[in-house]
């Protein structure tokens, strides 16, 4: 029974390391002594997701590893082997995860894995990464510069802070704030966008060769424009909402 139980084991453990190397199966980068995380090699399609207290900046890379640098203190889980999460702890009485309270510690992440950051009391930057985007923080902007891809859904959330975006790639692209402006550039012209704010502007940039939209737009406190033709009424391929009470909407092709 000992020797059945050990296979299983070992059997297991191989099986892990197929979908997710991590530094834990002899891929060296981590601190055994630690459990500290450096890297870990994600297969195409896992989804990471990256918890802190804090903010980060998250960047992407040609290579197949997700790392942090050797200054940032992060823990990593592979949980159920299909999602790896990445957690970035806050302790002020700590002095290697200080810089995570409140800061923007650097991540790099590979092409083609899908990206869940939640953040809070800071920013989220990311940067050319290549997959679906699930970003959401409390007290910060949510940054966002030529990322996603055109198959992909992008979803941007902050409550106190703005969220902008520039050569965002999605099939559908939901971004909100309470607080805020939603100022969103967009690389491919998405199904469905939606831009919803309470205090700020709402504006949104199409590809100049963006087709017809089914476009509606609301302020209380403010002006709507667009230049974006207007589909028919039984065309509903594209959509486009964009909500405020004080501020502007805008949606133009550029």
Do not use: W
Request: aromatic share 2%.
């Amino acid at each position: 029974m000992t020797s059945s139980r050990s296979g299983a084991k070992s059997l297991a453990v191989l099986a892990g390391c197929a979908l997710l190397v991590l530094t834990a199966c002899g891929h060296g980068g981590a601190d055994p002594r630690s459990g500290d995380f450096r890297t870990a090699s994600l297969a195409e399609g896992a989804r990471l997701v990256i918890t802190t207290q804090g903010g980060v900046r998250v960047v992407g890379t040609d290579g197949d590893h997700v790392t942090v640098d050797g200054s940032v203190l992060a823990h990593g889980d592979d949980g159920d082997g299909d999602t790896y999460t990445l957690d970035l702890p806050c302790d002020e009485a700590d002095d290697r995860a200080r810089d995570n309270c409140g800061g923007m510690p650097l991540v790099r992440v590979p092409a083609g894995v899908t990206l869940t950051v939640r953040a809070r009391n800071a920013g989220i930057d990311v940067s050319d990464v290549r997959g679906g985007l699930s970003l959401s923080t409390v007290n910060g902007d949510v940054t966002v510069q030529d990322a996603g891809t055109k198959d992909a859904r992008q979803h941007l959330v902050t409550r106190n802070g703005s969220v902008r975006a520039t050569g965002l790639k999605g099939a559908g692209v939901e971004a909100e704030t309470v607080n805020g402006d939603v100022d969103l550039g967009c690389a491919t012209a998405p199904d469905t966008l939606s831009g919803v704010t309470r205090n700020g502007s709402a504006r949104v940039t199409l590809p100049a060769g963006a087709p017809p939209y089914t476009t509606e737009a609301h302020t209380v406190n403010g002006r709507s424009t667009s230049d974006v033709p207007v589909a028919e009424r039984s065309d509903h391929a594209h959509r486009l909402t964009l909500r405020t009470v004080n501020g502007d909407t805008e949606v133009r092709r550029g």
